[in-house]
T-cell receptor
Framework: DQQVKQNSPSLSVQEGRISILNCDYT??????FLWYKKYPAEGPTFLIS?????DKNEDGRFTVFLNKSAKHLSLHIVPSQPGDSAVYFC??????????FGSGTKLNVKP | EPEVTQTPSHQVTQMGQEVILRCVPI?????FYWYRQILGQKVEFLVS????????KSEIFDDQFSVERPDGSNFTLKIRSTKLEDSAMYFC??????????????FGQGTRLTVV
């Protein structure tokens, strides 16, 4: 029952360039979407969220785009920095209940 | 920045013993969660909690598990009789403040539970 999918297990980007991480979902009832950054054996670090009533949310270098008709979510990191290298998870939620996590995309930002 | 704190960071227990994992959610959050991650596997949902009651739980969250918010600040997960397969990182999360303009959901750094 994989309601949230991240089809790219890894992404490599040059420092200073844009990183674009993608996420697809199947459940049209989701009302909040979130992006997390995670290091091994640590808790997910909250980055940014977006409500289903919006199509864009920005916070510093991070922008999340939501395309409800395509059931597609993306995270843009501009400019990318080596410290951004980590595994990124998207998550979706309905009515504040459980988070459905994607399988993660490992981002490597090369200096 | 506000944070969710979890104690202890590492707990070793004998099989069959009871353990209590503690979490202090962000003070004005309303929803609370427990997740776990067995080494090398996905993060799994255990339970969500709102208004002093469980709002959703997974099939993992059987009668051996319970949650409590005993004093309005702590949020605990109890495992009554631990099994070897309960060994995992346990993450607490909290979300939804009535004062923030943006939705947020923060996770703690986890408690590593090792059952021997």
């Amino acid at each position: 029952d994989q309601q949230v999918k991240q089809n790219s297990p890894s992404l490599s980007v040059q420092e200073g360039r844009i990183s674009i991480l993608n996420c697809d979902y199947t459940n049209s009832m989701f009302d909040y979407f979130l992006w997390y950054k995670k290091y091994p054996a640590e808790g997910p670090t909250f980055l940014i969220s977006i409500s289903s009533i919006k199509d864009k949310n920005e916070d510093g270098r991070f922008t999340v785009f939501l395309n409800k008709s395509a059931k597609h979510l993306s995270l843009h990191i501009v400019p990318s920095q080596p410290g951004d290298s980590a595994v990124y998870f998207c998550a979706a939620q309905y009515n504040f209940n459980k988070f459905y996590f994607g399988s993660g995309t490992k981002l490597n930002v090369k200096p | 920045e506000p944070e969710v704190t979890q104690t202890p960071s590492h707990q070793v227990t004998q099989m069959g013993q009871e353990v209590i994992l503690r979490c202090v959610p962000i003070s004005n959050h309303l929803y609370f969660y427990w997740y776990r991650q067995i080494l090398g596997q996905k993060v799994e949902f255990l339970v969500s909690f709102y208004n002093n009651e469980i709002s959703e739980k997974s099939e993992i969250f059987d009668d051996q598990f319970s949650v409590e918010r005993p004093d309005g600040s702590n949020f605990t997960l109890k495992i009554r009789s631990t099994k070897l397969e309960d060994s995992a990182m346990y993450f607490c999360a909290s979300s939804v403040t009535t004062t923030s303009l943006e939705y947020e959901a923060f996770f703690g750094q986890g408690t590593r539970l090792t059952v021997v």
